[in-house]
């Protein structure tokens, strides 16, 4: 497996390979759900190319950058391991060189959810993946459905700036007790961790709901929030039953729907989501 550190590296790298390129963009820390993308891309493409990157432009001024966990070393080793082809592993100064100021300006759809809450976050997203598409040149891309308005971001980038690569999306893959993976699970004390099986449990709970009939997305929504309430270290950011496509809110429960949540579980920030379709 190719460590490749800078820029050049990786276009030298890109430039020697024949047939078809997996990119699956990371920002370290992996655990299961980026494994079963790099695994998807292996089946899939002649070459696999993951990156390691904490991105500092989707990052707000009050968010975890500083903090945000990273394992290099652990993260080589498990992608070594999987079989990836190569590992793209900037520093800051290598993606963002001194003075460069362009960014992507998403537009209506990263405004909603996640974008409500964290502004400026979809920029600093599609801008440093549109970036890592150009360096990498991949024919397929690989994101988890945990992340759903990024990856209705990415699509919708894709589309409107002719960005000649095929989006994939893999299911959230999660722990036994329902949990959807994420590397900021590592955050969570034991307590806490109890604590954060009231997303998945909410979900759970629209989704019963609405296969026994209720259409009414204000009842789903706060049938939701009673729930996560009964759980005191739960606070809750958002709870949304929205158009699967455009992401905004539904007046009636329709299909495909993407019905997603941020809780606040202590001072760790999840999200998680499900698609009825
Ligand atoms: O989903 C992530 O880990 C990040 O948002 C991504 C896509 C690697 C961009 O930094």
Redesign the pocket.
């Given at each position: 497996m190719r460590v490749l550190k800078t820029i050049g590296e990786l276009r030298d790298y890109r430039g020697g390979l024949k047939g078809s390129v997996g990119l699956v963009?990371?920002?370290g820390f992996l655990h299961e759900g980026h494994l079963s993308l790099v695994r998807r891309s292996i089946i899939e493409c002649d070459h696999t190319v993951v990156?390691i990157?904490?991105?500092p432009t989707?990052f707000g001024p009050a968010e975890d950058f500083n903090n945000y966990p990273r394992d290099t070393e652990r993260d080589l080793g498990l992608l070594e391991s999987a079989g990836a082809n190569a590992v793209f592993l900037p520093g800051v100064e290598e993606m963002y060189a001194p003075g460069a100021d362009t960014l992507v300006l998403p537009g209506r759809i990263a405004d909603r959810l996640e974008g409500a809450v964290r502004p400026g976050h979809f920029k600093?997203?599609a801008t440093?993946?549109l970036k890592?598409f150009n360096l990498a040149q991949p024919h397929r891309a690989y994101?988890?459905q945990k992340?759903a308005q990024?990856v209705a971001v990415?699509r919708k980038m894709v589309a409107d700036l002719n960005v000649p690569v095929e989006v994939v999306v893999m299911p959230t893959v999660r722990e036994a007790d329902g949990l959807a993976m994420s590397?900021r699970n590592s955050y969570l004390t034991t307590e806490e961790r109890q604590a954060a099986t009231v997303l998945y449990r909410s979900l759970r709970l629209a989704e019963d709901l609405i296969a026994a009939g209720e259409r009414d997305p204000v009842i789903v929504r706060q049938r939701m929030i009673d729930l996560i309430n009964t759980e005191p270290l739960a606070s809750i950011d958002y709870v949304s039953v929205a158009d699967a496509s455009s992401l905004e809110e539904l007046t009636f429960v329709a299909k495909p729907a993407l019905i997603s949540l941020a809780v606040r579980i202590g001072r760790t920030r999840l999200i998680d989501n499900i698609i009825l379709s």
């Open positions: 963009p990371t920002m990156s990157f904490v991105n989707q600093g997203v440093v993946v890592l994101f988890g992340d990024q990415i590397s």
